[in-house]
């Protein structure tokens, strides 16, 4: 083999590693990009299950358990009394608002997270965003009204992201405020 066709074979070598090296290389990157999303992803969902949120969701949860078992689902079918029951112990129970404001910033947290893409948007939909939209739905107007008082706009704008990734047509706006 003369160096002319040596130097041409390696040449072409070369190019056929680089051709399917550098895509292998980007797939390599993006798949750990990937990874790193979801375990992010998943470290909210850790929180929500074990963590200081899932304290906060058993003060709210003891706060309902006073009541008698079917009591709340016959006033859950009545939206105006319901939102009545939940804007008057908001009003007489500050540590239930607290731990509804807590609740808030972390689906903030979390559907921020996703929007700007650092958290894996499926696994969030699958492990989260029904959560989000079962809150939504029984403090929806709640949270609006406390946004309406804050003095951050953004207040509740994530735990509405987390809800659109369901499709549903459960809203937290300010429209809803009690």
């Known amino acids: ?3 002319a066709s040596y130097k041409k074979f390696v040449d072409i070598i070369g190019v056929t590693i680089a051709a399917i090296g550098v895509p292998l290389f980007f797939f390599g990157q993006f798949q750990e990009v990937k990874r790193e999303r979801i375990n992010r992803t998943l470290d909210y969902v850790e929180e929500y299950s074990r963590g200081e949120i899932y304290q906060v969701r058993r003060d709210i949860f003891e706060i ?8 709340l689902s016959d006033l859950k079918a009545n ?20 731990a509804v ?18 958290c894996h948007a499926a696994t969030a939909t699958d492990l989260i965003s029904n959560q989000a939209v079962i809150f939504c ?9 406390i946004s309406s008082q804050s003095a951050l706009s953004s207040f509740g704008d994530g735990l509405q992201v987390l809800v659109d990734l ?5 809203a937290c706006s300010a429209t809803q405020s009690i």
């Open 137 to 145: 739905d029984l403090y929806g107007p709640l949270v609006a009204s």
């Open 79 to 98: 939206n105006a009394v319901w939102n009545k029951l939940v804007s008057d112990i908001a009003a007489t129970n500050p540590s239930f608002t607290e």
């Open 64 to 71: 309902w358990s006073s009541f008698p078992v079917g009591y």
């Open 101 to 118: 404001i807590d609740l808030v910033a972390f689906f903030d947290t979390v559907g921020n997270c996703v929007s700007v893409g650092e």
């Open 1 to 3: 083999m003369s160096t």
């Open 166 to 170: 369901t499709q549903t047509e459960t």
